[in-house]
């Protein structure tokens, strides 16, 4: 192994108390009723847009009883709600799973050149890691932003392996759902997934994959 490419929310950080807590801010400022941590995690993965996008929907009952305005309208006022409300608790709510540390520490200790790649916004994502204490463990820091197409297409991970200066047949994905492990296959990568992640609520076994992992530093034995 020369290199890594790790996500992040379900993988290295759990965040979901962040998302449900931030979406609520959300929903609240537009007066729909709130939303629990079984209803968000399913839809967790495809990026901020698509997150917001499906919550709305799973609030439209209570919108068409409350709003006139146009869905146009109301998606573009959710997205700036939530994003402003998620700038301001991220981190607050959230944990670094047991092993993620330790994996990143060891991992660099072996000379494993590492990166993050997530579909989650680059600003949010450093910030993120700042607060957890783990963007020191990285050369690169790619968001749902950073290319013109998101996991699951392999694009950010070709790019991902560009800039770590390794071949994908050297490097390992690491993370946590479909969108991880088809984006690594596609690329060329070893794929290792976590159990423990989020995944749309689906079986993480399903999913192609080299190795499932219970924590990041068994990956470390490889």
């Known amino acids: 192994m020369k290199a890594a490419i790790i996500?992040?929310?379900?993988?290295?950080?759990?965040t979901m108390g962040d998302f449900v807590a931030a979406l609520n801010l959300m929903l609240r400022e537009l007066r729909y009723d709130s939303v629990a941590r079984a209803d968000v995690e399913p839809l967790v993965g495809k990026g901020s847009e698509h997150l917001v996008a499906e919550v709305l929907k799973?609030?439209?009952?209570?919108a068409v009883k409350t709003h006139t305005l146009g869905p146009g309208y109301i998606q573009m006022a959710a997205m700036t709600a939530y994003q402003?409300?998620?700038?301001?608790i991220n981190g607050q709510h959230s944990r670094v799973y047991k092993g993620a540390l330790e994996g990143l520490?060891?991992?660099t200790a072996r000379g494993v050149r590492l990166a993050c790649l997530t579909n989650k916004p680059l600003a949010p994502a450093q910030d993120l890691l700042a607060a957890k204490g783990l963007a020191g463990y990285f050369s690169h820091v790619f968001g749902g932003d950073s290319f013109a197409r998101k996991k699951p297409d392999p694009l950010p991970v070709v790019r991902t392996c560009e800039?770590?200066?390794?071949?994908?047949?050297?490097?390992?994905?690491?993370?946590?759902?479909?969108?991880?492990a088809l984006a690594g296959r596609a690329a060329g990568c070893k794929v290792a997934l976590v159990r423990y992640g989020y995944n749309h609520g689906q079986p993480i076994d399903?999913?192609?994959?080299?190795?499932?992992?219970?924590r990041i530093d068994e990956l470390t034995n490889r």
Request: without cysteine; negative net charge.
């Open 84 to 88: 402003r409300h998620y700038r301001s």
């Open 163 to 180: 800039a770590l200066g390794a071949p994908p047949s050297d490097t390992w994905m690491v993370g946590d759902s479909i969108n991880d």
């Open 7 to 14: 996500d992040l929310d379900g993988t290295l950080v759990d």
């Open 206 to 214: 399903t999913a192609p994959h080299d190795l499932l992992l219970d």
């Open 105 to 107: 520490q060891a991992l």
């Open 58 to 62: 799973l609030r439209a009952a209570t």
